[in-house]
Every structure is written in C-alpha cells, then in structure tokens.
C-alpha cells in the first residue's frame, strides 16, 4: 500500500543535518476545467464542490516537529483511545485529521463515537497555539475559464507553480545560509 491509498507516517526527520524545514502539501477539489467548460457552454448548474481547487502547504521547523506531532496526538487520545478507532471493516485504525471527514461527519467523527462540538473547539485551540506556517493557493474555475477561456492554465498546475513560488519568497529565501527545506 503505498503515500496514495493512505498517509504516511511522519516518523523520523530525513537524515540530513541542513534540512531545516518540511513542507507538507495538499490538495482538495477536482483540478479538472472539462466540466466548467461544459457546463459553461451549455448553461448548466455547476455545483459548489467543482467551482474550487485549493492546494495548501503546511512548514514545521525541525525543532518544533516534535511539539507538533505530541499536540496532535494528545488530541487524539483525548477523543479515542491511543488515537484509535475501530473502522467499519473491523480493522483498528489510526485517526487522521481529514477534514472531509471531520465536516461529512465520516467515521471516526460521528456523533456517536465524540463529542463533535467539543472535538471542533479542541482542534481550534490545538491548532491556534501550534509552531507552523501555512501557504494556499485557492482557483476559483469558473473565474479562471471565463478569464482565459481558450488559455486557461490546468488548475493543478497553477497551483503548483504559484504555491512554490510562495514557498521561495516566504521560507526558502528566509532559512540561513546553506540549510533547505523539503517537500512531501
């Protein structure tokens, strides 16, 4: 099972002694533009989960991964037993912070299993004091289409290259002299 049927744990930092950042990246959304065309075209309905693709970087320092790592799961064994839960095909299973689950609500995040409310308010508070710096690039593809409607760059694409562009301009340009970052 590889990094694309589930996340990978963040165990250990790489090995190298200049490393002094980790980028994690993410995205949500369709990047595809075929649709809004389409849809465009033909004066249909776009619903609001195709109108957006978003890519977001999240950067830990070396020195305060471990913080972050410990408040996440101290937050998790608040809400299930050593961060676990039970999933629907039997098997035990890690808590992951995704927030299409957390807002769907999907398992572990039901009602049933936590305090919803509670869970929300503790994740907020968690997040709010935690030693991170976060960079995104929201498209809006119906903006972008309209925009350039024969030219319209893929959205993934764009989102790639301006987000790297803020990771130059706002963490590479700013570590000391001969230490990196990198990017998973």
Request: glycine share 4%; with cysteine.
């Amino acid at each position: 099972m590889g990094w694309m049927d589930e996340p990978i744990s963040i165990d250990h930092w790489p090995n190298d002694p200049d490393v002094e950042v980790a980028i994690f990246v993410d995205e949500s959304g369709r990047s595809d533009l075929t649709h809004i065309h389409k849809c465009l075209l033909n004066g249909d309905f776009i619903s609001v989960g195709n109108l957006f693709f978003t890519m977001a970087a999240c950067c830990i320092r070396k020195n305060d991964l471990l913080q972050v790592k410990q408040a996440l799961m101290q937050l998790k064994n608040k809400y299930w037993k050593d961060g676990l839960y039970q999933h629907q095909d039997g098997s035990i299973k890690r808590v992951l912070l995704h927030s299409y689950d957390i807002e769907k609500p999907n398992p572990p995040f039901i009602s049933s299993l936590i305090d919803r409310a509670a869970f929300r308010e503790s994740l907020i508070d968690v997040v709010r004091d935690l030693p991170f710096q976060t960079l995104g690039i929201c498209i809006d593809k119906v903006e972008h289409v309209k925009q350039y409607p024969k030219t319209a760059f893929y959205p993934y694409d764009l989102c790639c290259h301006v987000l790297l562009e803020r990771i130059c301009m706002n963490i590479i340009s700013k570590l000391p002299a001969g230490k990196k970052c990198i990017i998973m």
